[in-house]
Every structure is written in C-alpha cells, then in structure tokens.
C-alpha cells in the first residue's frame, strides 16, 4: 500500500508541471503584437521639371542720375513727376545768361582771329613771288609765313573756345538722356546748382524690360552643368532657360522672363556668383529693388527618382538612409545618396530602385526586420500623421 500511494504523489505534480509549462506557450503566443501598420510609398522613376528657387532683387535695365553739367540757378521745371520721359526730353533750365555772354565772347574771338588771318594771308601772298625774285629778304618772308601759320592756329584756338561755349550754353538746358520714367522732383525752381555735384536733380529709370538678379551658388552651378553635359537635363527652350517670378505678396507674375547673363566671376566671401533674368515689365508692375523669388527653370530629368521628405532619416555619422519595405513586409535599411530638393520631396542620386517600398509614415513603429503592414500611399489620400 505505501509504495502504491507514493508512486501516486510522484505522478501528479509531473502532471501539473506540464500543464503549466502549456498554458505559458499559449500566453507567450497570445502576447505577440501583430504587424504595425506604416505608410510606403513604391518607387517609379518619372520625368521631373527640375527649378531652382531663390530670392533675387529687382534692377533696372537703363538708369540715369542726371546731375547739372554747369552751374547755376534753375529757372524753370519742364517735366511731369512720375511720367514717361523721351531721350532728350528738356527736364530743366538753368539760368543761361552768363553762358550765353561767354558763347559770344568766343564767337567775337573767332571773327577776330579770323580777319587778322586775312591781312596776314594777302601779305603773305604778296612776298612770295618777290621773295623768288630776291625782291625782300629771306627772313621777312619767313617772318610772314611765321605769322600766317600763327594765325591759323588763333583761328582753331578760337573755334574751340566757341564749341567749349556752345556746350555749356546747351547744358544749362538739362535733358533725359534715355527714354523711361522720371522718378520725383529733386529740386525746385531757384536752387542754386552746382557742377558735378553728387547730388542728382532727377533720375530717369527704364522700367521695360527689367532685370532681376539673383545669387546662384557655385555648387548649384556645377550639378546644372554636369548634369546637362550628361544628358540627364533636357534644355528647356534652347540656350536660354525660362525663369519665373513670385512677388512679395505671394502672387505670380505673369509674364515669364529668360536667363541673360552669368557672372564669370565667383564672390570668395559668399562662395556665390550673379545670375542676371530679363522680363518684359510692360505695365511697369516691377520696380527696382523689389524683393522676389526667381525660379530658373533648369530643364527636365527623364528618370528622376523622388521620395518624400519625411521618409529620410540620418544615422549618427548624419548620412542619409530610409526603410524599406522588402518582399515578406519586412523592414530593412537602404543607404541613398541625395541630389537635391524640390518642394516637399527629396530627389535621390542614388539608392533606390524601381518597385522598391519605401516607409514614409509610421517610421516610428518601424525596426529593421520586423515584419510590418504596409499601406500604399494615393494621391488623394494624405497620412495622418508623418513619423
């Protein structure tokens, strides 16, 4: 009977030990999270309109500070504040007067010149023939033409007293010397002006077309030139690329304009060089010194491979990866090379295929070989939330 009742005892707890050993396999199942559920997108290269936005400011095409060329007291105000000028359009007068009196001095000087040059040529011509007969001396007809050559000269002299005369009597009247738009009063009638002076009494602006230079930098530069030189740009309308503008308020302007100038020269300190757009500007909506933003139009990328910006993540080196999402929805980590952005997208160089899976949202849920749901992305379909 004992040993009956001691086998009995020995049996049962083996018993109870797989019993439990069974319900922990059950809980330990029954405790696995399914598979977290992340947003991808699936890579299809496709031909992209690549730009390059910066801010730029607003030039003008022709500008003249006009400053008096003589000094004097302006008499008189000839033009419209704020209106279209002409090329010599008379934009003021200065007191002519004294400039006047100077033009008539000279011209006095040059009838001078001129008749004593007269008296000296008839005598001149008198000698000659008697200077070849031995009829006067050598040296008085050398005399004479001494003094017929120096009445020449008094004649240039004179002459050139009264253009120098002529030219400052003419710039006592001060005109535009291009065609544009005449910018506000500088002085009054009665101000004493002087010559040269730094002060300009009007400025004339050619507003159509206007210029709007930018800063490109010399690594942009570089990549647009490599990457037309491979063929990966396609030009966008001959040698000239297109270039649009966005105005301060937000708004587009309308009428687009092309490249025209590149600086040849690179600024060392900012490590940038001037690109230089003309526009039409026929109804005058551009001003100079207007701040905008200048996109250049660089051409087209045919196969451009493109991910969203949330998707990039940075190790601790701080090189680029995102996650993807394999065959068996699982993640794993691919290194991309990275070219340049375009609006809320990166486009790659390198690192992805056509087909792959990338992650974009839920990347906080995702671990390299977990297993995932992947949840493709539409285009009428945002995510609600971007890890």
């Known amino acids: 009977m004992r040993s009956t009742t001691s086998l009995s005892l020995k049996v049962i707890p083996l018993a109870l030990l797989t019993l439990d050993l069974g319900g922990c396999k059950h809980e330990n199942k029954a405790q696995q999270p399914p598979p977290q559920q992340v947003g991808v997108v699936t890579i299809h290269p496709h031909a992209l309109k690549t730009s390059t936005s910066l801010p730029g400011r607003v030039e003008a095409f022709e500008q003249a500070q006009i400053r008096p060329q003589v000094g004097g007291l302006i008499l008189k105000?000839?033009?419209?504040?704020?209106?279209?000028?002409?090329?010599g359009q008379l934009l003021y007068v200065i007191n002519p007067a004294p400039f006047k009196a100077s033009y008539d001095q000279a011209r006095a000087q040059l009838l001078h010149a001129r008749a004593a040059s007269l008296s000296?040529?008839?005598?001149?011509?008198?000698?000659?023939?008697l200077a070849a007969a031995h009829a006067v001396s050598k040296q008085d007809y050398d005399n004479t033409l001494s003094s017929a050559r120096q009445a020449e000269a008094d004649i240039a002299q004179a002459q050139a007293n009264l253009d120098s005369a002529k030219v400052n009597l003419?710039?006592?009247?001060?005109?535009?010397?291009?065609?544009?738009?005449?910018g506000r009063m500088l002085v009054t009638p009665g101000t004493l002006v002087t010559a040269g002076q730094t002060t300009a009494i009007a400025t004339v602006t050619r507003?159509?077309?206007?210029?709007?230079?930018?800063?490109?930098?010399?690594?942009?530069?570089?990549?647009?030139?490599?990457?037309m030189a491979s063929g990966k740009l396609e030009k966008v309308e001959g040698n000239a690329a297109s270039v649009g503008l966005t105005l301060e308020d937000g708004s587009h302007y309308d009428i687009p304009g092309k490249l025209r100038l590149t600086e040849v020269t690179v600024d060392p300190a900012t490590g940038t060089m001037v690109v230089r757009a003309e526009f039409p500007n026929p109804d005058k909506l551009l001003m100079p010194g207007m701040y905008v933003h200048a996109e250049i139009a660089e051409g087209v990328d045919p196969k451009a491979v493109t991910i969203p910006q949330q998707a990039l993540q940075r190790d601790s080196k701080g090189d680029p990866?995102?996650?993807?999402?394999?065959?068996?929805?699982?993640?794993?980590?691919?290194?991309?090379?990275?070219?340049?952005?375009v609006g809320s997208e990166w486009v790659l160089f390198s690192g992805l295929n056509e087909?792959?899976?990338?992650?974009?949202?839920?990347?906080?849920k995702a671990h390299p070989g977990a297993k995932v749901k992947p949840v493709e992305k539409t285009e009428d379909a945002k995510p609600a939330h971007a890890g």
Not at 120 to 129: G, N, T, V
Not at 321 to 341: I, N
Not at 355 to 364: C, L, P, Y
Request: hydrophobic fraction near 40%; aromatic fraction near 8%; charged fraction near 35%.
């Open 207 to 227: 507003m159509d077309p206007i210029y709007v230079d930018v800063n490109l930098a010399t690594s942009d530069m570089l990549r647009l030139r490599r990457e």
């Open 170 to 182: 003419d710039w006592t009247q001060v005109r535009s010397p291009i065609d544009g738009r005449i």
């Open 321 to 341: 990866f995102v996650y993807t999402v394999d065959k068996d929805d699982k993640v794993a980590v691919r290194m991309v090379q990275l070219d340049h952005a």
């Open 355 to 364: 087909g792959d899976r990338v992650i974009f949202n839920g990347i906080q």
């Open 77 to 87: 105000r000839c033009f419209e504040q704020g209106t279209d000028v002409k090329a």
């Open 120 to 129: 000296i040529k008839a005598q001149l011509e008198r000698y000659r023939p």
